[in-house]
């Protein structure tokens, strides 16, 4: 008791001491020699500073700082984990929430081995009057920015890589954050302002193809959007086609869903019938943002497509169409290299239709035939629509998918009919296949007569 009673009157007379050198240092030692006195104190300790610190403010004269957007991207995921005030929202076009630091917060991160420390702060707009650079400054209340402190012997990898890296990590974190959207283009050949939000649910998992394929595409797609470094040291554009051929209802428009869902890349829907001419397609295909899906659906009736020497003639004509060669430009000609990490899909029910100089090797990097549905696929549609992985009528319906070509669509349309009841359907789908095998047989024994008589009538 008596120690805390000396110790506190020991506090407070060094208090009144401090107090009384303040006041006669106050009144009699000029201000210039203060001032001299405070900035030499101040130097020397800047000389034994260790640290570093970056000031990252929100506006670089009227324009928004890049690096400040990015490390409130970047920071979001972080905060959650280290400071104590997190904030949270999400808007309609985030596909989950968002977080980011809160005033005079802090975030630890680590790059390489060196430990940096973020503060996020604001100061009222009044305080920085001053900045005459900044005209945007006395319009806002506050001014915002982020202080990047570290060990000064770390600068040179601060400002080289870890800068860069933040700035990378941002633009993914908010490309993954974002909805896919859907962009079609209008009646004067410009894409719709924003696009919709694209609202198709399939992915991989609910997509009833042939599971060999299915793991085929998927790993395809991981290397290519892993493939920066390989398509910059190939020297080739960072783009991939792909041609989706077979039957109506077999899946085609749902594999571009799964597709775009899966990388989180918008589409973009080109009608072809809709664009004036090949300016017109060039334009369009400059105005798409990076890490898209360009898709251009049954490639073989939407168009004509002259041949090159046709081309020639068109442009002579003053033809305003898309030509083949204004195509083949899109696909692997200049304009194809405008914008990285793009793919390409056209869809055909016809690959036969097609202009050999569409299929030629290269040409498009991967040529996926979407067939009728085996019993892998049906299975995975019994999954999504009944939640049964298995049955004892199963092993029929394997032996009728066999024979009888049926489309996933036609499946799905069967499965949704009684999806309440998984026996009651199986059985309902037993008897439809049945009934299209018979009415197979019967096509297939109609056109054979049929040819045996144009045979015979040749013969004649
Ligand atoms: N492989 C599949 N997996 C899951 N559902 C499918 C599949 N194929 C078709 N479907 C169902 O059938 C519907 C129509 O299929 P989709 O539009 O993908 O076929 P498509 O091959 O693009 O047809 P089209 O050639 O007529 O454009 C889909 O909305 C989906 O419900």
Request: aromatic letters at 8%.
């Amino acid at each position: 008791m008596s120690n805390s009673k000396s110790l506190l009157s020991a506090v407070a007379s060094l208090a009144a001491s401090a107090m009384l050198i303040r006041s006669i240092t106050n009144e009699f030692i000029p201000h210039e020699v203060i001032e001299f006195f405070y900035s030499g104190l101040h130097n020397l300790s800047r000389q034994f500073s260790t640290q570093l610190t970056i000031v990252i403010e929100e506006f670089q004269g009227v324009s928004k700082n890049q690096v400040f957007e990015a490390a409130e991207a970047y920071l979001g995921k972080k905060a959650t984990l280290s400071a104590l005030r997190v904030k949270a929202g999400k808007s309609e076009n985030d596909k989950k929430l968002s977080f980011g630091v809160d005033r005079d917060e802090e975030v630890d991160d680590e790059f390489e081995g060196v430990r940096v420390r973020w503060k996020f702060l604001c100061v009222q707009a009044e305080s920085s009057r001053n900045r005459h650079h900044d005209m945007n400054a006395s319009l806002r209340s506050e001014i915002r920015y982020y202080e990047l402190s570290f060990h000064k012997r770390h600068k040179e990898k601060i400002f080289n890589s870890y800068l860069p890296y933040v700035l990378d990590r941002a633009k993914a974190i908010k490309q993954e954050n974002m909805a896919v959207k859907l962009h079609t283009i209008d009646y004067r050949s410009y894409w719709k302002e924003d696009g919709v939000k694209f609202g198709h649910s399939m992915t991989f998992s609910t997509l009833a193809i042939d599971a060999g394929l299915k793991k085929e595409l998927v790993n395809d797609l991981d290397k290519f959007v892993k493939g920066k470094e390989f398509y910059k040291k190939t020297g080739k554009a960072w783009k991939r086609g792909y041609l989706l051929y077979g039957p109506p209802g077999t899946g085609k428009s749902s594999l571009i869903a799964a597709m775009a869902c899966y990388l989180n890349y918008d589409i973009y829907d080109l009608d072809l019938t809709v664009v004036g001419d090949n300016n017109d397609l060039k334009n369009l295909i400059l105005a798409m943002s990076n890490r898209s899906i360009l898709v251009m659906e049954d490639i073989d009736c939407t168009i004509k497509l002259q041949n090159r020497e046709e081309d020639k003639e068109a442009v002579n004509n003053g033809d305003n169409k898309v030509t083949l060669s204004g195509l083949l430009n899109v696909i692997d000609g200049l304009w194809s290299c405008c914008g990285e990490e793009r793919i390409i899909i056209f869809t055909t029910n016809h690959k036969d239709g097609l202009d050999p100089a569409l299929l030629r090797p290269g040409r498009m990097d991967m040529h996926v035939h979407l067939s009728y549905c085996n019993f892998s696929a049906f299975e995975q549609l019994a999954f999504n629509y009944l939640g049964i992985s298995q049955h004892k009528l199963f092993e029929q319906i394997e032996g009728l998918l066999r024979d009888v070509q049926v489309t996933p669509a036609e499946i799905a349309g069967e499965l949704i009919k009684n999806s309440d009841a998984a026996g009651e359907c199986l059985q309902d789908i037993v008897t439809f296949l049945h009934n299209k095998k018979i009415l197979q047989a019967k096509t297939k024994i109609d056109q054979n007569i049929k040819e045996d008589h144009e045979l015979g009538g040749e013969k004649l």
